[in-house]
Every structure is written in structure tokens, then in C-alpha cells.
């Protein structure tokens, strides 16, 4: 069984950084693909970031482009999202998730994390 570990979420000001890691136990054929997705209060979940096991391939969401980079030590199985310039509507849940095919619905990944808080405050 593929297990997910997110962390480095926190509060921070508005225009603040974080850098989130997911560590992942391993890569299997259903380790294609590790997502970033995140889940505001009353919202759901949605996906902000993409990357292809041999990290050859990137996908950021249009709004966090710029600011949001996703990137993957092989070395330490772990994939990170470095945030900068953090605003408010960037608050909520993140997620890493592990799935087989290149897509932003969450229908497509088969292992989840656990979840790290990230709060931005004006």
C-alpha cells in the first residue's frame, strides 16, 4: 500500500511563503502521477499541481502559476510545492495524492495523504 505523508503547512501573512513536502513510500505502476490539491472550507477540493514521476511534466492551476512551483527530489521520494506570495484565498487543507494518469480530478488518484493546514491572514 502507497502511503502519502504531507508537511510544512503553517500560518502566514499575506505575501508569506511556505514550502510543502510530500514524502511518498513508494513508486509503483500507480505512482504515476503526484498531485497537489487543496480543499477550502465550505469548497471542494481542487487541484493545483501536477507532476510525472520521472518530473518531466509539470501542470500548475492558472491562478497559483508564478507563484506555486512544484518539483521532486528522486533521491528522497518526496515531491514539494514552494509557495510564494501567499494571499487569502490560498487558505485550506493541501493535499498530495498519488494516481496513474495525468489529471486534475481527484476521481483519478487512488492514494491520499493526510493533509497539511495552510492559513494566510490579511
Known amino acids: 500500500q502507497v502511503q502519502l505523508a504531507e508537511s510544512g503547512g503553517g500560518s502566514v501573512q499575506a505575501g508569506g511563503s511556505l514550502r510543502l513536502s510530500c514524502a511518498v513510500s513508494e513508486y509503483t505502476s500507480r505512482v504515476m502521477y503526484i498531485g497537489w490539491f487543496r480543499q477550502a472550507t465550505g469548497k471542494e477540493r481542487e487541484g493545483v499541481a501536477l507532476?510525472?514521476?520521472?518530473?518531466?511534466?509539470?501542470w500548475e492551476k492558472n491562478s497559483v502559476k508564478g507563484r506555486f512551483t512544484i518539483s521532486q527530489d528522486d533521491a528522497k521520494n518526496t515531491v514539494y510545492l514552494q509557495m510564494k506570495n501567499l494571499n487569502t484565498e490560498d487558505s485550506g487543507m493541501y493535499y498530495c495524492a498519488a494516481g496513474r494518469r495525468f489529471s486534475i480530478s481527484t476521481d483519478e488518484f487512488d492514494f491520499w495523504g493526510q493533509g497539511t493546514q495552510v492559513t494566510v491572514s490579511s
Open positions: 507532476i510525472s514521476s520521472g518530473g518531466g511534466h509539470t
